[in-house]
């Protein structure tokens, strides 16, 4: 009697589920354009960091892990072509998605990382997920453009970090600038 049911549990479950991926995935290509989006995150990535600078010895990984280098040199940025900015931002996105999830599982058992702090981190994941998913709908993962210019630009600039108030900074610096600056270009120039 339940293995009869049970593909029709699991149907009628993904059923019910399905509507809650299609917000996302059926995104409007723009939506990340409209500045309000944006900030959201921006303010969220700000809200984490501060929360972080008050934990001097807190969030303390252990080892080092790998993020991108948020300075932007303004004259070069200007210079370069809106997909070569695309696959800076890419890259730089995919790697902070990477670190917080390396973050967060060195700190999974860690008695100083308290319930708020893995809220923060928990929300940053989910985050850096949409904002992931928005940046495809503007068009930036175009693929078949991206992988000619991937080769012969310069490989992303990366150092490392050692904390979660660090990772955490970096986060916010990265939304602040070359995500906020490249969505700005591409949004103008409605490159898609």
């Not at 917000?23 to 989006?37: H, K, Q, Y």
């Not at 991937?150 to 900074?169: E, G, I």
């Not at 969505?183 to 120039?189: D, F, L, M, W, Y």
Request: proline fraction near 4%.
């Amino acid at each position: 009697m339940g293995v009869r049911k049970c593909p029709a549990l699991l149907l009628l479950l993904s059923l019910l589920l399905l509507p809650l991926c299609l917000p996302v995935l059926g995104a409007p290509p723009r939506l990340i354009c409209d500045s309000r989006v944006l900030e959201r995150y921006i303010l969220e990535a700000r809200e984490a960091e501060n929360v972080t600078m008050g934990c001097a010895e807190g969030g303390s990984f252990g080892e080092n892990i790998t993020v991108p280098d948020t300075k932007v040199n303004f004259y070069t940025w200007k210079r370069m072509e809106v997909e070569q900015q695309a696959v800076e931002v890419r890259q730089g996105l995919a790697l902070l998605s990477e670190a917080i999830l390396q973050g967060q599982a060195l700190l999974v058992n860690s008695s100083q990382l308290s319930e708020t702090l893995r809220l923060h981190v928990d929300k940053a994941i989910s985050s850096l997920r949409s904002l992931t998913s928005l940046f495809r709908a503007l068009g930036a993962q175009k693929e078949s453009i991206s992988l000619p210019d991937t080769a012969s630009a310069a490989p992303l600039r990366t150092f490392t970090v050692d904390t979660l108030c660090k990772l955490f900074r970096i986060y916010s610096n990265f939304l602040r600038g070359k995500l906020k600056l490249y969505t700005g270009e591409a949004c103008r120039k409605g490159d898609r």
